[in-house]
């Protein structure tokens, strides 16, 4: 029995005995999972499936968290510094960069201090990105006028798969019901892949893309429980292969998950590319062996621009 394992179960024995006095142990987030439960590194044991408490918010891998034990152990409080002051001052800063007006008063006198001119004509527009524009006419061409407005960026695109499937043996796999990679019985190496007929390059058309991110999920009851990685590539595929779902680009391990877990891959530049142009026009994983054999769901594509 493991050290880590072994101290768990003192920790469980002592709270079932009521000695514990309110006993937590820290542990690190292996992962979130798609039931909002997380995986824990407990000293080197990985725990599955811990449930957390209401105030544990903004749950993320990597996170240092106490962890009260018991017969089903809950997550009760992140560890750490507060986070509260950055949280503040990026809202700050976000909510002062989308004003357009600094300032509004009003009165029957007329306005104090240096600068005000009387505008001869009031306009207002809807803006493209759904906000209010206003313009004065003035009678003369002032000294400073204000900047004009810049153009505004297009607003995120998410797309989700149309399909998605796993191919073995040159065909597809009506066994598996979601991607999967590798072989854990011996009947073949599997793949996995997922469609978007031509959605992301019709939202790409004429935008610059800055960042592209692809969620998944790995699927419990495949493959072992720790963590591993998602080996993708990219496909030129706008639907399902009737034969073989030959690959593009890749592998590039992204993302590693353990069973249960969530996570985003971010693509590299190269991949924004293909995908933006058509030259690619979706994503799959592939692996050999058991090693890193899992079934993922997921895909749904995230598209920023710049």
Request: net charge neutral; aromatic share 6%; with cysteine.
């Amino acid at each position: 029995m493991s050290g880590a394992a072994r101290q768990l179960g003192e920790d469980l024995a002592r709270a079932a005995s009521g000695t514990g006095g309110g006993t937590v142990v820290s542990a690190q987030v292996v992962d979130v999972t798609d039931a909002g439960t997380v995986n824990l590194d407990l000293g080197g044991a990985l725990i599955l499936d811990v449930p957390c408490a209401d105030s544990y918010r903004g749950r993320q891998a990597g996170d240092w968290v106490a962890v009260r034990p018991g017969a089903r152990p809950v997550v009760m409080w992140r560890l750490g510094e507060d986070p509260g002051a950055l949280d503040e001052d990026a809202v700050r800063e976000i909510a002062l960069g989308a004003q357009a007006v600094r300032a509004m008063t009003w009165g029957t006198g007329t306005p104090s201090g240096d600068g005000w001119m009387q505008p001869t004509a009031l306009y207002v527009r809807k803006a493209a990105d759904g906000k209010a524009e206003l313009y004065a006419q003035v009678a003369t061409e002032p000294t400073d006028p204000p900047d004009e407005p810049t153009g505004a960026v297009a607003r995120p695109v998410s797309l989700s798969p149309t399909d998605s499937g796993s191919w073995r043996g040159g065909r597809p796999d009506s066994y598996a019901d979601f991607p999967m990679q590798g072989d854990w019985t011996g009947g073949g190496d599997r793949r996995g892949g997922w469609f978007y007929g031509t959605a992301i390059a019709d939202a790409c058309s004429g935008k610059t893309v800055a960042k592209m991110t692809v969620g998944f999920t790995r699927r419990r009851g495949s493959g072992v429980n720790a963590k591993r990685p998602l080996h993708l590539y990219l496909h030129s595929y706008t639907s399902p292969p009737s034969g073989q779902l030959s690959l593009g680009d890749g592998p590039e391990d992204l993302l590693r998950l353990s069973v249960g877990g969530t996570g985003t891959a971010t693509l590299p530049a190269a991949w924004r590319t293909a995908l933006a142009t058509g030259a690619a026009r979706g994503l799959a994983i592939y692996a050999r062996g058991s090693t890193d054999y899992m079934a993922v769901s997921g895909g749904t594509l995230k598209i920023e621009f710049s």
